[in-house]
């Protein structure tokens, strides 16, 4: 079958049949896809395209070969537009030429779907009609031309593109013991008063607090778990342990290092104004705030939420993340590699960074071609749609093999934007499937991690009901030494605040491939586009890393 393809951001004309065909053909079966004037029940103006050109001719030409397998057919035409296309235009032309209708319609029906599904060519975005348009004016045409990138988003407007598109996930309560590193999505109160009475910090003797009596009477003891009222009289004394209740009010404790026993008697020999009491509110008041809605549980805040029976907290849910690595040459880290290998350092790397957020991780390795990925991912037994977020590693460029965009759409995601004007990490995919989330993170180490912390940690901080920190200011301790480049620079760094300014050591590295940087990297300093290097004293801005 002769094909013929066709990416343009030209009108599209409907071509002239080809001659050479005459003789036998049968049948031509036409479709010209039009740009209507609704998208998602409102009135547009235009629908914008884009693709990957190459990538996207290959995989229209594969399918197409793949059908006439099934389907015979004499020539195929396909044009499909890029850019701007005004509502009433034609977005794609599909012409097929065979002996008989049947296998023509086949072929032709079979390919819509296929198109679709499996080929890079993505609808960026619709533009909204003018206030009282109905359709009929056109916009002026602003063509991107084939393989051509739209403008690309600055790191502030995709990190608003993510947080926009990430709702916390709804609250559940869980118990304690499953709690620790969980976000409470709830602000705690205290139901009673902490400790419930007054208390003992010292094993001695509980006295009248203004008793001036030499010598006192013992008349009972008390233990931890006691709990005997009664009301004492001048010259008598209690035997207390640490923490036990007090029989009554107004009583003092004198240690025991500090009398003198004799039989039922006790003398004090030193007397001072310590009461050795903990009373009755002095940590807790009722109705005081506890813990605060979006306090992360610690070992610490969960001892709190036990001691005032708060055992079923309101929280954020686990998230649940599926990582996929891609890349024939990447070999297990108990491997030796051969030419052209590289062993993996993306999968602990992610897992890793993961820990801060309590993740349940789920790691997978796709081989480098879409249609065996697809595959892979099925016979994987997994539910992609019960995980929160999915991350995909590498094939996020534009290069013949990188399909991590086809594949998250496969996955019914939507792609927000697949570029960001950074270095490292500018090939970043962000997508949406309601509420769950997917990221296609560029291959190299460096580029993951800029990456996960500026772009993941914010989705999944704010899936989990809180925020990531924001951006700091601190101060170079040596001269950060850079080329001026179009792209804002996320730059890694060694940032020490012990002595209450943070100060940045910059940490060399000379491309996005660099891992040794990331030992000591806790801080990602933010370089503006067309700076170059900055001056050691200098204030700058950074993004600090979670540990």
Known sequence: MKIKIQLTDAPIIAPER?????????????????????????????????????????????????????????????????????????????????????????????????????????????????????????????????????????LDEALAEILSRCPPLPAVRVPLAESFGLILRETVYAAEDFPSGDRSTRDGFAILRDDISEIFSIVDTLHAADWKPRQLKLGEAVRVATGASMPCENLRVVMQENVERTGDNIEILRRDESLNIRQRGEEMRTGSTILSAGTKLNPGALALLATVGHTQPLLSPKLRVLHFTTGDEIISPEQKPQPGQIRDSNSILIRTLLEQFQCDVIQKHLPEDFETAKMAIETFNLKPSTFNLILVSGGASVGDKDFTRPLLEWLGFEIIFNRVNIRPGAPLIFGVDGSHVAFGLPGNPLSHFVCFHVFVAAALAKMSGTEKKSFSIGRLTATLDDEANPRETLSPACCDGRDGEMKLKPLPWSSSGDVKCLAEANALIRVPPNQGSIAAGSQVSFVPLDF
């Open 18 to 154: 080809p001659l050479e065909f005459s003789s036998q053909a049968g049948a031509v079966a036409e479709f010209s896809g039009i740009v209507r004037d609704l998208e998602n029940g409102g009135k547009i103006s235009a629908l914008e395209y884009e693709a990957y050109s190459p990538m996207a001719e290959n995989q229209i030409r594969q399918i197409l070969e793949a059908l006439a397998e099934k389907h015979p057919c004499l020539a195929a035409h396909v044009i499909h537009r890029i850019g701007v296309i005004p509502v009433g235009e034609t977005a794609i032309y599909v012409g097929i030429i065979s002996k008989h209708r049947g296998e023509a319609f086949a072929l032709l029906t079979e390919f819509m779907n296929r198109l679709k599904q499996d080929v890079p060519i993505w609808k960026r975005r619709s533009l909204p009609a003018a206030p009282g348009e109905q359709g009929s004016e056109k916009p002026k045409h602003n063509p991107t031309a084939a393989g051509h990138k739209p403008a690309l988003l600055s």
